[in-house]
């Protein structure tokens, strides 16, 4: 299982334990944040992310994501925050991927 589907199968557990949002509505969301990323639409991807953590706060792989997009867009602060709740919420989820951790 890649991480995308690793999110997917997160993303849906937490809107059947009653999360704000239907699993079809947030995949809509990450899969047009992944087609924005797709075609290098970086601002909209940050977008389409920020929504889906309004959404689902406690996932660390949407906040690292949002922190990437963040990142491709010049926000360096804004991905620096995303990056550091993200491992807040999984300390473990980001040291694989960061040089040098």
């Known amino acids: 299982m890649d991480r995308r589907d690793l999110l997917r ?3 849906v557990a937490g809107a059947r334990r009653g ?3 239907q699993p079809a509505d947030m ?3 990450l899969a047009s944040a992944q087609q924005a990323q797709a075609r290098g639409d970086f601002v909209a991807a940050a977008g389409f992310f920020r929504t889906a953590v309004s959404l689902q706060p406690d996932l660390a792989e949407l906040r690292a994501n949002l922190g990437l997009m963040d990142y491709q867009t010049g926000n360096h602060e804004e991905a620096i925050a995303s990056f550091q709740q993200a491992i807040r919420l999984n300390p473990v989820y980001l040291s694989p ?3 040098g951790a």
Do not use: A, D, F, K
Request: hydrophobic residues 35%; glycine residues 8%.
């Open 9 to 11: 199968s997160r993303l």
């Open 19 to 21: 999360g704000p949002q």
């Open 27 to 29: 995949e809509s969301i």
């Open 97 to 99: 991927v960061l040089p």
